[in-house]
Nanobody, 124 residues
Framework: QLQLVESGGGLVQPGGSLRLSCSASGFTLGYYAIGWFRQAPGKEREGVSSISSSGGSTNYADSVKGRFTVSRDNAENTIYLQMTSLKHEDTAIYYC?????????????????WGQGTQVTVSS
């Protein structure tokens, strides 16, 4: 069973930056599209960004375009989400997920494997 691990979350002031990482042990993530999702208290899980296995295709939610950048280093078996100009409304638990069919979509139901999440809190 593929297990993903997110890291890099924390507390940051509005306007600040964080970089999240998604990794896995025992599996080669280079075969999977990876999506980043977030869920705030009382809200549904929403797609934030996604990247194809090769990194050649990426998608972003309108709410994060121009502020977030997804990338991957398949040699390091790690996917990153660089978040800049963070806002209060970015506060959520952030999850990464893997799609074995390599479809970099922003729909949670398309993904097969999930991490446990990392908390991002944007507050002054």
């Amino acid at each position: 069973q593929l297990q993903l691990v997110e890291s890099g979350g924390g507390l940051v002031q509005p306007g600040g930056s964080l970089r999240l990482s998604c990794s896995a042990s025992g599996f080669t993530l280079g075969y999977y599209a990876i999506g980043w999702f977030r869920q705030a208290p009382g809200k549904e899980r929403e797609g934030v960004s996604s990247i194809s296995s090769s990194g050649g295709s990426t998608n972003y939610a309108d709410s994060v375009k121009g502020r977030f950048t997804v990338s991957r280093d398949n040699a390091e078996n790690t996917i990153y989400l660089q978040m800049t100009s963070l806002k209060h409304e970015d506060t959520a638990i952030y999850y990464c997920a893997a799609d074995a069919h390599d479809r970099p979509l922003l729909f949670p139901d398309e993904y097969d494997f999930w991490g446990q999440g990392t908390q991002v809190t944007v507050s002054s």
